[in-house]
């Protein structure tokens, strides 16, 4: 079974990141999406365990086929160490502009220098997704505007309800 793994602190979880997440299914037999449950961002909007909840949610209501060979877990470490761990020989990655790319070329690099034998697989998100980050996601959210269709229906809800809980932590500076 080619199985692989997309690493991620997914905080929240995107549409880019299910785009990339399902058209990778459709190259694997498995995947699984395996948010970051080490130390936590500063400016982190939700911890490991409410991500991978609303991460499995966003899948199960995505109505997607290939969204039935996802699953949904944590790792804390190196990534390459976590896919050698759950039998996974690739790490997908997701491209959204030339920005990442030259993040993604050294983070490929650095991973077959420490696990030759573990691949990075890098898709590009569709065009459609190509602007959304978790980050912009965070921030639009803080400071009041509207993240549909940014982010699957179920994550909507939850980073609005999150950011009033949270809203004196977050940084109040804003977006062009």
């Known amino acids: 079974m080619m199985l692989a ?8 979880i995107t549409n ?3 785009d ?3 058209r990778a299914a459709k190259l694997f037999d ?11 961002k500063a400016n982190a909007l939700f911890d490991p365990e409410e991500r991978i909840q609303l991460a499995r949610d966003a899948f199960a209501a995505c109505g997607d086929a290939n969204a039935k060979k996802i699953e949904v877990g944590s790792f804390s470490g190196l990534a390459v160490e976590h896919a050698r ?5 690739t790490i997908v990655r997701g491209l959204r502009a030339v920005s990442d ?8 690099h650095m991973n077959d220098h420490l696990a030759p034998d573990i691949e990075v697989v890098c898709l590009m998100t569709s065009s459609k997704h190509s602007f959304i980050s978790s980050s912009f996601i965070r ?5 009041g505007g509207s993240i549909e269709g940014l ?19 977050l940084p109040a500076h804003g977006m062009a």
């Open 101 to 108: 790319f030259e993040y993604e070329f050294k983070y490929a």
């Open 16 to 18: 880019g990141h299910l």
């Open 5 to 12: 793994v997309y690493p991620g602190s997914f905080d929240p």
């Open 20 to 22: 990339v997440a399902l």
């Open 139 to 143: 921030e639009v959210a803080s400071l």
């Open 151 to 169: 982010v699957p229906p179920n994550i909507v809800g939850a980073v609005h309800e999150q950011v009033a809980r949270v809203r004196h932590v």
């Open 85 to 89: 761990a759950i039998g996974a020989g």
């Open 30 to 40: 498995g995947l699984v999406v395996s948010i970051y449950s080490g130390s936590t």
